[in-house]
């Protein structure tokens, strides 16, 4: 079983849809939760980093944390065919683990106009 | 700040050719990493540098795989006697290294493709 496990899809939802994507990880050292957005043939790209259960909200996008649940989320409000690309949930113990990432497969996201 | 940038981007090579790749990180970033990305799956982490000490391997990275950052600045990523195998694409992140809330910024990454 990995570590980190996410739907790969793909998602295709309509434009200007609530798109809600999700992450369940095994590993309780885990502290620092990242999405990153990649499109295709490029390198990841940070959209949001969160320490701790609770939510935080940037724009367009919340993530979500459930540390007793081991499960996070992001939610895409409104979404744009822009958005379509591969998110990837992301993850690292800390310092004292060399925050090293631990990477979700990635779930491909398709906003049709 | 330019971010990080890796060359070449794309590399195509012959069984058993070496290739080398090279990372420059974030000015002022002293901690640099190598993943490796293969199709349909996420990022996989190889080694991290510490400015110029290489703290940590993972057993993905093979006898065959060298990794240097001399001087704590850029970074060189050496495959010998490539494999089918290793075609991937190679991506670079750097950070500040700080104990909480560090960030890794990635590169466009170094596509490779044995043949």
């Given at each position: 079983q990995k570590e980190v496990e996410q739907d790969p899809g793909p998602l295709s939802v309509p434009e200007g849809a609530i798109v809600s994507l999700n992450c369940t990880y095994s590993n309780s050292a885990f502290q620092y939760f990242m999405w990153y957005r990649q499109y295709s043939r490029k390198g990841p790209e940070l959209l949001m980093y969160t320490y701790s259960s609770g939510n935080k909200e940037d724009g367009r996008f919340t993530a979500q944390v459930d540390k007793s649940s081991k499960y996070i989320s992001l939610f895409i409000r409104?979404?744009?065919?822009?958005?379509s690309a591969t998110y990837l949930c992301a993850m690292s113990g800390g310092l004292e683990y060399g925050n090293k990432l631990v990477f979700g497969a990635g779930t491909i996201l398709r906003v049709k106009s | 700040d330019t971010g990080v940038s890796q060359d070449p981007r794309h590399k195509i090579t012959k069984r058993g050719q070496n290739v080398t790749f090279r990372c420059d990180p974030?000015?002022?970033?002293?901690r640099l990493y190598w993943y490796r990305q293969t199709l349909g799956q996420g990022p996989e982490f190889l080694t991290y540098f510490q400015n110029e000490a290489q703290l940590e391997k993972s057993?993905?990275?093979?006898?065959?795989f060298s990794a240097e950052r001399p001087k704590g600045s850029f970074s060189t990523l050496e495959i010998q006697r490539t494999e089918q195998g290793d075609s991937a694409m190679y991506l670079c992140a750097s950070s500040l290294?700080?104990?909480?809330?560090d960030t890794q910024y990635f590169g466009p990454g170094t596509r490779l493709t044995v043949l």
């Amino acid at each position: 079983q990995k570590e980190v496990e996410q739907d790969p899809g793909p998602l295709s939802v309509p434009e200007g849809a609530i798109v809600s994507l999700n992450c369940t990880y095994s590993n309780s050292a885990f502290q620092y939760f990242m999405w990153y957005r990649q499109y295709s043939r490029k390198g990841p790209e940070l959209l949001m980093y969160t320490y701790s259960s609770g939510n935080k909200e940037d724009g367009r996008f919340t993530a979500q944390v459930d540390k007793s649940s081991k499960y996070i989320s992001l939610f895409i409000r409104d979404s744009q065919p822009s958005d379509s690309a591969t998110y990837l949930c992301a993850m690292s113990g800390g310092l004292e683990y060399g925050n090293k990432l631990v990477f979700g497969a990635g779930t491909i996201l398709r906003v049709k106009s | 700040d330019t971010g990080v940038s890796q060359d070449p981007r794309h590399k195509i090579t012959k069984r058993g050719q070496n290739v080398t790749f090279r990372c420059d990180p974030i000015s002022e970033h002293n901690r640099l990493y190598w993943y490796r990305q293969t199709l349909g799956q996420g990022p996989e982490f190889l080694t991290y540098f510490q400015n110029e000490a290489q703290l940590e391997k993972s057993r993905l990275l093979s006898d065959r795989f060298s990794a240097e950052r001399p001087k704590g600045s850029f970074s060189t990523l050496e495959i010998q006697r490539t494999e089918q195998g290793d075609s991937a694409m190679y991506l670079c992140a750097s950070s500040l290294g700080r104990a909480l809330g560090d960030t890794q910024y990635f590169g466009p990454g170094t596509r490779l493709t044995v043949l």
